[in-house]
């Protein structure tokens, strides 16, 4: 039985791996657990999977991953999670900005109880203005429409329960939203403050234009909290919506049509003595005409579209699962323990 399983997806990561594979290394082996370490080579045009078999051959525990092209970072982690046999599961950045000392006090809280555990890189060393201030307005916008309040969801330092990861199933740039899906699942989450190191080797993979690609995620999560199980609740609402705008229209202008046939406007009439004349008439209006009736077209839209969203709904729960990565090959260590 595996304790501890470290997954780090790799991406062009050739000059960083062996000191990021040492300090594992003798970080895991002084805690008196079993572990593994899950190297993902998220098709790297470097050495690094080179690299990876030299460690391999080096040091034990290891097991590698390498995939046909490069996928992105949440099928990587997709990847070690579906391979990863640890009770506890740990995911850290290749790049050696996230240090492995911090292990021990993630291990610590997720033995205290909790499912979750984020990293918080409460002293971020990284250029303010398109690294900090992106990362601050996602993790208050993100905290804000999931309901699950971190400083820093974009920290890849994270432990899980391995029950947790096992039930998720991650798409797009999601695993970032890791802790949210995990909350909505019964989850108990938590965050402590981890260290934080200047990049040495290589350059960041990320840009400010990441930043678009996590809010349309984002809305996807959204509707994954709350709607995944009952689409119709959402399409139903809006459908709802433009239905009672129609009525309210149609009903004005019923009201109006029979007013005017009554002679209720005019000077005579008990409309015309509140000011209204037969230029008031609104059936008479194209758009008061028109409108109610597109609006109920939306209104039917809506409620089929909500209809069928729960029979895809349905399907998706029932269907088999599909990967979203493609593995070309795979090794270990000779020594695993």
């Not at 007013?259 to 015309?272: D, E, K, S």
């Amino acid at each position: 039985m595996i304790d501890v399983s470290i997954v780090v997806a790799v991406y062009n990561e050739e000059e960083s791996l062996p000191p990021l594979v040492e300090q594992l290394h003798n970080v895991l082996s002084g805690l008196g657990k079993r572990y593994e370490i899950i190297l993902v080579d998220d098709g790297s045009k470097d050495r690094s999977w080179e690299v990876m078999l030299e460690q391999a051959g080096r040091y034990p525990c290891l097991r590698l991953i390498r995939f046909r092209r490069n996928f992105g970072q949440t099928p990587a982690m997709a990847a070690g999670f579906d391979a990863a046999e640890g009770e506890v599961v740990i995911t850290l950045d290749a790049d050696l900005q996230n240090d492995p000392a911090d292990i021990p006090m993630l291990l610590e809280r997720i033995d205290s109880g909790f499912d979750v555990v984020s990293g918080w890189r409460k002293d971020r060393q990284d250029r303010f203005l398109d690294r900090k201030l992106p990362s601050m307005i996602a993790n208050g916008l993100i905290s804000r429409i999931t309901g699950v309040h971190l400083h820093d969801y974009g920290c890849s330092l994270k432990a899980y329960r391995r029950d947790i990861v096992k039930n998720l199933k991650l798409y797009g740039e999601m695993h970032r939203f890791v802790p949210a899906l995990a909350s909505w699942v019964g989850g108990r989450i938590d965050e402590v403050p981890v260290r934080h190191h200047a990049r040495k080797f290589g350059k960041s993979k990320y840009g400010i234009s990441r930043t678009f690609r996590v809010v349309l995620d984002l809305m996807t999560v959204k509707f994954l909290l709350q709607y995944s199980t009952r689409p119709i609740q959402i399409f139903g609402k809006t459908g709802l919506r433009f239905g009672a705008v129609s009525l309210i229209m149609l009903v004005l202008v019923a009201f109006d049509w029979i007013a005017g046939t009554t002679g209720a406007y005019g000077a005579q009439g008990w409309l015309g003595g509140l000011g209204f004349t037969e230029h008031t008439y609104l059936h008479k209006r194209p758009f008061w005409v028109i409108t109610p009736w597109v609006f109920f077209g939306f209104c039917l839209q809506f409620i089929t579209l909500g209809l069928m969203a729960e029979l895809q709904t349905r399907t998706y729960h029932e269907s088999q699962n599909k990967p979203i990565y493609v593995i070309r090959e795979t090794a270990q260590s000779k020594k695993m323990g």
